[in-house]
Nanobody, 121 residues
């Protein structure tokens, strides 16, 4: 079994910063692409940023230049540094990872429980 646990959410003022972390634990053989998604009530979950296991990154246009995704493979941990926060960044942020639990096991999709980020104007 694989668990993803997010931390670092909370309340920030517009223009401020927060750093999210996502720690993976359990029967992990290999972690592939990881990513951060966010969701607000009544809307679909959207991809914010993702990072491959060779550190290639992608960002949604609305956070480009403000957010930075990174990972520490030795710690099985991913981060999202969020700067210049805006009220429209308010959402529940979920981490996601593609994880293989054994040499011959296919990669499966795993999600964290979500962490609330609230940005006040």
């Amino acid at each position: 079994q694989v668990q993803l646990v997010e931390s670092g959410g909370g309340l920030a003022q517009a223009g401020g910063s927060l750093r999210l972390s996502c720690a993976a634990s359990g029967s992990i053989f290999n972690i592939g692409t990881m990513g951060w998604y966010r969701q607000v009530p009544g809307k679909q979950r959207e991809l914010v940023a993702r990072i491959t296991n060779d550190d290639s990154t992608n960002y949604v246009d609305s956070v480009q230049g403000r957010f930075t995704i990174s990972r520490d493979n030795a710690k099985n941990t991913m981060y999202l540094q969020m700067n210049s926060l805006k009220p429209e960044d308010t959402a529940v942020y979920y981490c996601y990872a593609r994880v293989s639990v054994g040499t011959w096991s296919p990669f499966g999709d795993y999600w964290g429980q979500g962490t609330q980020v609230t940005v006040s104007s």
